[in-house]
């Protein structure tokens, strides 16, 4: 009976998959774990928890909540967006990225934009099953 339960564990395993990594900002000393929880390719949940200044930990807690309920794929492109947001004058429509589009600001200054992209760097490395630390070096 213990073998059919851990047999039916590994299986519920492979199909929830927990995802964890770790993104450090050495420029300004912001730190961020994030924990993402994926169900066939959907992420069912996400969390983190972050020291370091408000940008940073203003932009992981819009990205958690942009990102609740979407898929790893639709992630993929809203990094895409919020990157160019941050980091180009001529970004897409910003209406598209909802809240996030309050970081079109950090342009401006260009040493936060590692602050405000340090926990999507991160959202990238977890996604793609990277456990290692990122750094925004
Ligand atoms: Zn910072």
Known sequence: MSELTDLYQEVILDHNKKRRAEGFNPLCGDQ???????????????GFQGSGC?????????????????TAAEAGELFERFHQ???TDDAADPGELGKLAVFSGVREFPARVKCASLAWHTLRAALEGKGEKVTTE
């Open 54 to 70: 408000a940008i940073s930990k203003a932009s992981a807690s819009l990205m958690t909540s942009a990102l609740k309920g979407r």
């Open 85 to 87: 947001l941050v980091t």
């Open 32 to 46: 961020i774990q994030l924990y993402v929880k994926l169900d066939d390719g959907l992420i069912s949940d996400i």
